[in-house]
């Protein structure tokens, strides 16, 4: 079993930076990636960015490439998401995700509300 808890949500003006950790706790030794999803309201989950423990390469969607950067401190189990140039289409609530042995977990998720 693996726990994720995530925070540093919260409501910021356009153009404005949040930072989310994902602190992750239990059988952490199994991890060999993490990243971040998020949903917005009548939208379907979509990953945002992803970290791989060994070589540490990361992958972003489009959407936020150039101003979102996902980055790991192995020491504490835990994965931060730093969001610059934040627009509103950036409202959503943001989940924590690691897959291990076949079995996704996730975390409570934090909400990020961008206002215009």
């Known amino acids: 079993q693996v726990q994720l808890v995530e925070s540093g949500g919260g409501l910021v003006q356009a153009g404005g930076s949040l930072r989310l950790s994902c602190a992750a706790s239990?059988?952490?030794?199994?991890?060999?990636?993490m990243g971040w999803f998020r949903q917005a309201p009548g939208k379907e989950r979509e990953s945002v960015a992803y970290?791989?423990?060994?070589?540490?390469?990361?992958y972003y969607a489009n959407s936020v490439k150039g101003r979102f950067t996902i980055s790991r401190d192995s020491a504490k189990n835990t994965i931060y998401l730093q969001m610059n140039s934040l627009k509103p289409e950036d409202t959503a609530v943001y989940y924590c995700?690691?897959?291990?042995?076949?079995?996704?977990?996730w975390g409570q998720g934090t909400q990020v509300t961008v206002s215009s």
């Open positions: 995700q690691a897959p291990i042995r076949g079995t996704e977990y």
């Open positions: 970290i791989h423990w060994g070589a540490s390469t990361t």
């Open positions: 239990g059988r952490t030794f199994s991890i060999y990636a």
